[in-house]
């Protein structure tokens, strides 16, 4: 694919009303909104870290049945508190069109469709569907398997939605063989992205690749060194407690003690 066909996207620059994103563009927040407390607690400490973009999951698939598969509509009011309490921005996950519905209606400021999600392009026709007339930023992350076409499918087919606030998140990807991570970064992949559409923002998630939270610094410091625009990291006030992600999340208070080690460098690429 060395010499795949550069792709043209309709874009334009991500912005949030009165919000200047300077890089590393930073959303944080829990993996899943838990309880209506845990929701407003969590943003509260990140807002007096500084953070603007608060993110979290009402609508968790998860691998296996019988795991905690997120609050849903019940939590929307939740991050409307959060807006109107903080002044943060709210973005959560979309995996159909009914969740595209229900979080506009909520106030939602961005969305983002899952990993699992971006692997089904019927799912994510759906969804880009329920958008069409939206004006919000959507980021994609790239699907659970390796497969850039299928990344670059689901940004097209959002983007052909009118979409054009779009930017891309890298999560990793999963293997069968255990390795340090828990999905293998394959930074040639998103590089490969970024080459192919250039003008297409990129976030990382330091979170979901490392599946731990010691791993959140090198992975971020790393992105940076590649010229990622962003970071999509999960933090919650108490990650031991957490339902879902325990063992990558870290409190407010760590994450911006990540954040401030993070040196942006001049690009490797
Ligand atoms: C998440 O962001 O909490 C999540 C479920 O991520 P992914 O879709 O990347 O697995
Ligand atoms: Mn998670």
Known sequence: TKNAKMIQLDLEKISLPGLDLERPWMIAGPCSAETEEQVLETATQLSEAGYKIFRAGIWKPRT???????????????????KEETGMFVGTEVANANHVFEAIKAGIDILWIGARTTANPFAVQEIADALKGVDLPVLVKNPVNPDLELWIGALERVNQAGIKKLAAIHRGFSTYDKSKYRN??????????????PNLPIICDPSHIGGKSELIYEISQ?????????LLVESHRCPAKAWSDASQQVTPTELKEITDKIVLRAPQI
């Open 222 to 230: 790393e992105a940076m060194d590649l010229n990622f625009d962003g």
């Open 184 to 197: 293998h970064p394959q930074w040639q992949i998103p590089i490969e992205l970024k080459r192919r559409i």
């Open 64 to 82: 296996r049945p019988g795991a905690f598969e997120g609050v849903g509509t019940l939590g929307l009011p939740w991050l409307k508190r959060v």
